[in-house]
């Protein structure tokens, strides 16, 4: 069974920055594309970034400069730098990833921007 555990969610201030992790454990062979998406209240969810194993990235219009995802193979973990974080960033934030069995989604983890 595979489990993607998100971390690094909190309440940041408009500009600042934070962190997110995906950490996947269980059977996992070769992990192919990750993706962070997020849905904020009232609204659906959508593809913020996401990456291939080989490392190439796809962005959000929106967050296109200020986020970097990243990914470490070994250690089956995937990244979110959030920087410059503003008032409509405010979302749960949600880890998937692609694997041979399926696709497969984390719990989520709030962010909140707030002055």
């Given at each position: 069974?595979v ?9 940041v201030q ?12 269980g ?7 990750m993706?962070w998406?997020?849905?904020?209240p009232?609204?659906g ?7 291939t194993r080989?490392?190439?990235t796809n962005y959000?219009d ?6 970097i995802i990243?990914?470490d ?7 979110l ?9 405010t979302a749960?934030?949600y880890?998937n990833?692609?694997?041979?069995t399926?696709e497969?989604w ?6 909140t921007v707030?002055?």
């Amino acid at each position: 069974q595979v489990q993607l555990v998100e971390s690094g969610g909190g309440l940041v201030q408009p500009g600042g920055s934070l962190r997110l992790s995906c950490a996947a454990s269980g059977s996992i062979f070769n992990m192919g594309a990750m993706g962070w998406y997020r849905q904020a209240p009232g609204k659906g969810r959508q593809l913020v970034a996401s990456i291939t194993r080989g490392g190439v990235t796809n962005y959000a219009d929106s967050v296109k400069g200020r986020f970097i995802i990243s990914r470490d193979n070994a250690k089956n973990t995937g990244y979110l730098q959030m920087n410059s974080l503003e008032l409509e960033d405010t979302a749960v934030y949600y880890c998937n990833a692609m694997i041979f069995t399926g696709e497969y989604w984390g719990q989520g983890t709030q962010v909140t921007v707030s002055s």
